[in-house]
């Protein structure tokens, strides 16, 4: 099966940068995802890594590094509307169908 | 462009009854997704439809939970009879083929009481 790990909370201050990692396991791996959840809202998606590397979208980034079954969010300039749910969710082979599999998520609080 | 709906937005049932969760994906959008979260917990995969096939059904929890969808466009999530574990957010989510972008309902909030 997959499992998925990250960090339940993070805090960060207004302006600063935070990583959020993500670390899985899991077997026929196509690629890992990050999506956006505000409270009460749904879920939205961010980035997608197939390959190894850091793929850049304005503030935010995202890494896969495929031999260490690891990848990260990383959000610069923070904004209190940044305040949200991040989940990775990884693309895998599962019995012959691409299935997504999401992390329990990270609650980023950004504070003044 | 509409996105996807969901409907209701928020359900509270007793335990014992059945209730029916709708989801319009974005038209043109052959797969569509179910999940559910509790509170706390993970985006729980449930089933995925391509068009108006089942593709993998692996994540709905028992036979108590049925979905369809007719046509292949909108589908319905039935639960019968409701149990007090089955209470949180259903989401809905939709993808054209091959993409692994999924867009999301806003989700039904159930609370089974």
């Known amino acids: 099966g997959q499992s998925l790990e990250q960090p339940s909370e993070v805090t960060a201050v207004e302006g600063a940068i935070v990583q959020i990692n993500c670390t899985y396991q899991t077997s026929g791996f196509y690629g890992l995802s990050w999506y956006q959840q505000h409270d009460g809202g749904a879920p939205t998606f961010l980035s997608y890594?197939?390959?190894?590397g850091l793929e850049e979208t304005g503030r935010f980034s995202s890494f896969l590094s495929r031999s260490d079954s690891y990848g990260y969010l990383l959000l610069q300039e923070l904004q209190m509307k940044d305040s949200a749910s991040y989940f990775c969710a990884v693309r895998s082979n599962s019995g012959g169908y691409q299935k997504v599999t999401f992390g329990t998520g990270t609650k980023l609080q950004v504070i003044p | 462009e509409a996105g996807v709906t969901q409907f209701p937005s928020h359900s509270v049932i007793e335990k014992g009854q059945t209730v029916t969760l709708r989801c319009d994906p974005i038209s043109g959008h052959d797969n569509l997704y179910w999940y559910r979260r509790v509170m706390g917990k993970e985006i729980k995969f449930l089933l995925h439809f391509v068009k108006e096939s089942k593709q993998d059904e692996s994540g709905m929890p028992n036979n108590r939970f049925l979905a369809e969808r007719t046509g292949g466009t909108y589908s319905t999530l039935k639960v019968q009879p409701a149990e007090l574990e089955d209470s949180g957010v259903y989401f809905c989510?939709?993808?054209?083929?091959?993409?692994?972008?999924?867009?999301f309902g806003p989700g039904t909030r159930l609370t089974v009481t």
């Open positions: 989510a939709s993808s054209q083929a091959l993409s692994y972008e999924q867009y």
């Open positions: 890594n197939a390959l190894d």
